[in-house]
């Protein structure tokens, strides 16, 4: 993996290790070292999550003003995956199947984990 602030995860005897790629990529890994998914972020004062590679066509976050990843959409524009909120961030209504870890003020750098 390229250098950069690294963290690893273990849930479920699976290890899910993080890197953050120069300024704003940021790689999700198995315990093989092999990348699982990429996420990009702008940068600057409107800086957030901005899209997400798994593998498959990217998917790019379409977030609310409070930083929440409220909708997913293709290249083509077309929306995959809704997610509706409650007040305090707790999850109504989600639709689609795309993995999304950043939820609730996903923009922020939060990441939802299963639950267990």
Partial sequence: MPGGPFRKKVADATIANLCI???NIAQESNAGLVVQARNTELTGICGGKFSQHRGGPSNYYLP??????KQLADINQAVSD???LDAWGREVVST????????????YGYQRDTAT
Avoid at 64 to 69: C, L, R, S, T, V
Avoid at 96 to 107: S, V, W
């Fill in 21 to 23: 790629c120069g300024d």
């Fill in 64 to 69: 609310d003003f409070q930083g929440h990843a």
């Fill in 82 to 84: 809704t997610l509706i």
């Fill in 96 to 107: 689609g199947t795309t993995a999304n870890p950043f939820r609730a003020f996903g923009q």
